[in-house]
């Protein structure tokens, strides 16, 4: 029998017992039977009032709120693959009304609500927008739905599925870095970006500040070495490709289980100089072995 039933029954026995004890003061016995009555009575309807607030939105804790957002995402964005923008724009409404009822506190940062509220912003500006644009709404539910499980779900978020992607996308920066290769580096780049920014707001919600912005800083300074007129050394874009590779694996998580340089350079033309520095080192290793080997000639003879 549930706690709260058991105390409303033995409320309502105490009543009677009060109300039926004695001859004398019947008259006050009988009204403080009633008052109890009363007493219980309202202790039953505010106890039901308290359950009914609890389905409410309104009296969502942070927990459910995250649960019920999570939910009303993947519906979203069911909606959306399927084609029903009736639906989607019903569903992103059921959204945005969660969110306002609900508190995360203590789920996420001032940071990581800003990053939900856009993405939803966004989501509901793509399907309010005057021309159809599947594709957008297509990016937008993705990102909401990444947003929404990476909230109810900080220690195993799906964003994290994005690794494996993300380090090929540096692989290819870097074997493209260490061949001089500018145009297959910026492609790369380019990968890369459009990937993060799928996940950015997810990884907002779950990861500290520094971490997203340790990585950000890094993409937007290897935007920036090749936008400037001089091409940067080989060398230089291969170091920055180390540094992108650590960023990475602290924001996923990950261990340092590979070096993060492990192509090696191309061959450079030394030129003349080149050899001729070379034939001087050789030349002079041949001396000293030489002189090594007549030094040890006259200790033989000498002997």
Request: proline share 4%; with cysteine.
């Amino acid at each position: 029998m549930p706690r709260r039933t058991m105390f409303i029954l033995s409320g309502m026995i105490l009543c009677w017992l009060l109300a039926g004890t004695g001859v004398g003061g019947g008259g006050v016995q009988a009204e403080a039977g009633a008052s109890c009555a009363l007493s219980v009575t309202g202790v039953y309807i505010a106890s039901a009032a308290t359950q009914t607030d609890a389905s409410d939105p309104a009296a969502l804790t942070a927990r459910s709120g995250a649960q019920r957002l999570e939910e009303a995402a993947e519906a979203l964005y069911s909606y959306v693959l399927e084609g029903n923008l009736l639906k989607a724009r019903e569903e992103a409404e059921q959204v945005s009304q969660i969110f306002i009822s609900s508190s995360f506190e203590g789920m996420t940062s001032v940071e990581g609500v800003n990053a939900l509220s856009s993405v939803i912003i966004d989501m509901k500006s793509a399907l309010a927008a005057a021309e159809p644009s599947p594709e957008r709404w297509e990016a937008a539910a993705a990102k909401l739905r990444l947003a929404a499980n990476s909230l109810n779900h900080p220690r195993a978020p799906m964003w994290l599925q994005y690794y494996k992607l993300v380090r090929e996308d540096l692989k290819d920066m870097e074997r493209s870095a260490a061949a001089g290769d500018l145009k297959s580096w910026g492609a790369a780049l380019a990968r890369l970006q459009s990937r993060y920014a799928n996940i950015r707001p997810a990884v907002i919600i779950s990861r500290p500040a520094e971490t997203v912005n340790a990585f950000d800083s890094w993409l937007s300074y290897a935007a920036g070495a090749t936008a400037s007129g001089q091409p940067p050394e080989r060398t230089r874009l291969v170091e920055m490709v180390s540094y992108g590779q650590d960023a990475a694996r602290v924001m996923f998580g990950k261990e340092r289980d590979e070096p993060a340089l492990s192509l090696p350079l191309a061959p450079q033309e030394y030129g003349g100089w080149g050899f001729l520095t070379g034939a001087f080192i050789l030349a002079m290793l041949a001396y000293a072995a030489y002189r090594k080997y007549r030094g040890q000639q006259r200790d033989t003879k000498t002997v």
